[in-house]
């Protein structure tokens, strides 16, 4: 674990595991579909928009953000249960990142997509970002020279299509959904055995996704914060 960072207790916070209508997940697998949502279409993590809104007002996250995290605790709750991943890592990332969405003049839809675009930097060697040469053809990061990371979590293209998550069940792994972007930033964190309750496994998870130690840093500040004020 790099030296200079907090070894103390990790940042968490309370999350329902019963809120759904039906009293709770289903054992035979996720919610989906408009029989958990508020009509035909609904994002599953609509079931959680009453946690979502009484939530996100006392830690100042929007409501459609929360969903997006709090969805993808209960998944890996279920799907990866071993490595005990809190909404507030997730949401701690998303500020950093993007503000949940809110960067560059984007705005987070009630849907969970971010529009226009959250498209960063080229990564081109300079001012402590990584060079790396194009691998998508620009297809996921409009350029066709350098590779930028993208959408609310800013991921590469590589990391994105290897992944990529559709949490929203619409057919589509899209980098620029809130929804399928963190729960892909949510089974990257828990790669390789990681558990997220150890505090050098979260600090190594957290360097893999930025191996910035300021970074990690604001990471953990912004997740310590939201777990005490979720409480």
Known sequence: MPSGLPTGPLPTGPLPTVPLPSGGLPTNGL???PAIGPGVGGRPSDALASWAQQVGAKVGVPATA???????????????????????TLAAIGQVESGHGSANRARLGPDGKV?????????????GRMRIIDTDRGDLDDDKVLDRAIGPMQFIPTTWKE??????????KDPHDL??????????????GRNLSIPG???????????????????????????????
């Open 115 to 127: 529009l226009p675009k959250i498209i960063g930097l080229p990564l081109d060697g300079k001012d």
């Open 179 to 192: 929804d399928d972007a963190a729960l892909a930033a949510a089974n990257y964190l828990c790669k390789g």
């Open 163 to 172: 992944i990529g998550a559709d949490a929203d069940n619409d057919g589509f």
């Open 66 to 88: 929360m969903q997006a995290y709090g969805y993808a605790e209960l998944v890996l709750a279920q799907t990866n249960r071993s490595c005990a991943l809190s909404w507030t």
């Open 201 to 231: 496994d979260w600090w190594n998870a957290i360097l893999s996704y930025n191996d910035v130690r300021r970074y990690a840093q604001d990471v953990y500040d912004t997740a310590n914060r939201y777990g005490r004020a979720s409480r």
């Open 31 to 33: 919610p989906t579909g």
